[in-house]
């Protein structure tokens, strides 16, 4: 059986499973930065004072597309088509989570209700962000290859989640938080789900690549499903508290200089 890092190091290793990897990862930052930037150019005008973070978030996002990217340059690889049954934003979306791309394509202002979906649906992923990214921290942040690009996403998506708490209180406070603890337990219910899901066509594909023996491919399956179970009775409660963050007002300002955009 695989350990998280082995796992990883598997990937890693194999120039067809790392350009999966990162096209996957790319693909998915991308269509996050697309989002925020629409939610930002639609932000009712109670809520104008969010726009500037918004668009910092966005725009955070673009740059992980383009870390991936560049990683993928370094190798001298090109991108590859997501498989529709690994593409997590999209899954969202046809899940009723967040808002939907039709709404963000039309020039019409948000609602202070839109805003608690987004945020919610923003505080929902970005802990799965954060957890995930943290999880690479542990084991690859020195990696000659990846670690700096690991480092500067991992500290993002932490900034992510703070602001994602921060704001979803101040709502709370004004009034809505009836409406907010409602769009969370949606949110985590379905994310968990799809989260499972996209994990299994991931691995599936992985193990094609890396060519596991059927034990492995089983194991890895089972340890997805048993996440999910945990998750679906008790672990979903982590996506849904809010409290106040260390890190107060984390994207406010403009972005910072010196980003990477490769790992070396």
Known sequence: MLSVRGLFTSILDDDDAYRLFCSIAASGEAQGGWENGRIAA???PSQRALAPKIARHGADEDKHG???NALLRKRGLEPVPVPADTDYTMLLERAGIGLAHTRLR?????TEQDIVVYLAHSRVTEQRASEQMALLLKHFSDHPE?????RAISNDEDNHLAYCHEE???LAAAGHGRAIHRALRECAHAEIRVHRDVSLGVMARMGRILRWSPATAAMLRFG???????????GWRRMTTLSMPERRNALAGPEPAGVPLSAG
């Open 66 to 68: 383009r870390i991936f």
């Open 42 to 44: 639609l932000v009712p």
């Open 168 to 170: 979803l209180l101040r």
């Open 224 to 234: 997805i499903h048993l996440t999910y179970l945990y998750e679906r009775l008790h």
């Open 106 to 110: 039309q020039n019409q202002p948000l």
């Open 146 to 150: 990846i670690g700096r690009a690991i």
